[in-house]
């Protein structure tokens, strides 16, 4: 009897081992705009992204559209998905705004998510050995405002890691090796509708004045998310005549739509030739919501006596189109 009491006592003291689970190495969830998120147009690019993700074969993934067009929102729903239910050891995100940093960036920010100390003094090759080795568990890194493309390599995701994965949005055709490409489409007219009266709120829906000038107003925007969503609050609690005035002024600049002004600015600088500039600043002829033809751009350069015709071709590549 006192040996199965001191057998009991010795078994109390036993830990019990069990297997850890695996650490998730995140970056923080994304904040998003729920109004966007309960769009059918995007929720069946979200629900692709994510069907996607479970497919072994696509390794590299591309979003392509405009600017304001939803890429980013739809990044956001998938990777907080991502993010909750733990489809990945390892989790990314990483939004690019310097060119000429775009390697040192991603590095930085999955070294920081991996817990690892930065010294200034490693080398970009330094530790893209330790980011190959970490990540040969099945992680995730989602790449915003992709502009050229990025050597993968160069900062330690090897395409024989046999479960990580990359998604990059962008606004122009990627150059890169992609497995999968989806093209994000302008809001049709009835959610681009639902978006602004959510983003007006629906007391106002109710004018029947208000809501003559509202679906001018709507097709301005050319179904663009942002637009609307921008457009709408201001326009939120406002009187009539304040409507009408945002109808009148709808093709000048907003001043809230400075970010995309300064995107157009930014590839306007980028030329140095006088002609060049002159084709960029022929476009503000056209209504911000109308789509052009490439064919159609470049006859009307060419009328306008812009550019010799050795030159068009390599405009051309590097010109700003909706197609």
């Known amino acids: 009897m006192a040996e199965a009491t001191s057998l009991k006592n010795e078994l109390s003291q036993i830990t019990i081992m069990r297997n850890k689970p695996p650490t998730v190495h995140r970056s923080h969830r994304w904040n998003n705009d729920v109004r966007i998120v309960n769009l059918p147009s995007l929720k069946n690019h979200v629900e692709t992204l994510i069907d996607w993700l479970k497919e072994e074969r696509f390794k590299r993934i591309y979003v392509r559209g405009p600017l304001g067009i939803g890429k980013t929102t739809i990044m956001k729903i998938v990777y907080n998905n991502v993010y909750e239910y733990r489809q990945f050891d390892y989790t990314f995100r990483v939004t690019l705004t310097d060119e000429s940093r775009i390697s040192r960036d991603i590095q930085e920010v999955i070294w920081n998510c991996l817990g690892m100390r930065m010294d200034e003094n490693d080398h970009l090759d330094q530790r893209a050995a330790v980011i190959s080795e970490k990540l040969k568990e099945k992680n995730v890194l989602f790449l915003d405002e992709v502009s050229s493309v990025v ?55 109710k004018k029947r004045e208000i809501k003559r000038t509202a679906e001018q107003i709507i097709d301005l925007c050319g179904g663009m998310p942002s637009i609307l969503s921008l457009i709408g609050k201001q326009l939120e609690r406002k009187d009539i005549a304040q409507w009408r005035d945002m109808k009148r002024n709808s ?72 197609r």
């Open 251 to 322: 093709k000048q600049p907003w001043q809230e739509l400075e970010e995309y002004y300064r995107s157009l600015k930014l590839v306007y600088n980028r030329f140095t030739e006088a002609d060049y500039k002159r084709c960029l600043l022929y476009w503000a002829i056209f209504p911000f919501s109308e789509e052009i033809n490439r064919d159609y751009i470049i006859d009307c350069w060419t009328a306008e006596q812009f550019l010799e015709c050795q030159r068009l071709g390599k405009l051309v590549t590097r010109a700003y189109y909706t």
């Open 151 to 205: 050597n993968l390599e160069e900062v330690g995701i090897k395409r024989n890691h046999e479960h990580g994965k990359v998604v990059f949005a962008c606004r122009d055709k990627y150059d890169g090796h992609i497995d999968s490409d989806m093209i994000v489409q302008r809001l049709c007219k009835k959610d681009a509708r639902k978006l602004f009266w959510e983003s007006v709120g629906s007391d106002l829906e």
